[in-house]
């Protein structure tokens, strides 16, 4: 199973998701071809409902603890309630270019 594949699971598991995208941006790294090691994730949920930011990136760092000790270098996460991915029309925000890292 793909460290991707492995995120995708285990969030759709620990969250009741309406819209989710794992995207793995590696490639814009400095890391080896095919690397599985940066990730971008856009999570629309109403389990974050009422919820701070720190409080929903801890559910998610809690539901990816084990990628997170081991694989996973970067999460970008991105998290909504349904009523906020649809006041952002369902826009993903972009992700800075890399700046080189182990360059």
């Known amino acids: 199973m793909t460290v991707q594949s492995t995120i995708e699971s285990k969030l759709m598991?620990?969250?009741?998701?309406q819209h989710m995208e794992v995207i793995n941006e590696s490639s814009q790294h400095n890391v080896?071809?095919?690397s599985e090691s940066h990730f971008k994730l856009v999570l629309v949920s109403n389990d974050f409902t009422d919820k701070m930011l720190i409080k929903r990136h801890r559910m998610i760092n809690e539901i990816l603890a084990d990628e997170l000790a081991g694989q996973i270098h970067a999460l970008s996460m991105h998290t909504y309630t349904e009523q906020e991915w649809q006041e952002k029309s369902g826009q993903t925000p972009m992700s800075p270019p890399c700046m080189g890292g182990g360059k």
């Open 13 to 17: 598991t620990g969250l009741n998701l």
């Open 32 to 34: 080896p071809p095919g």
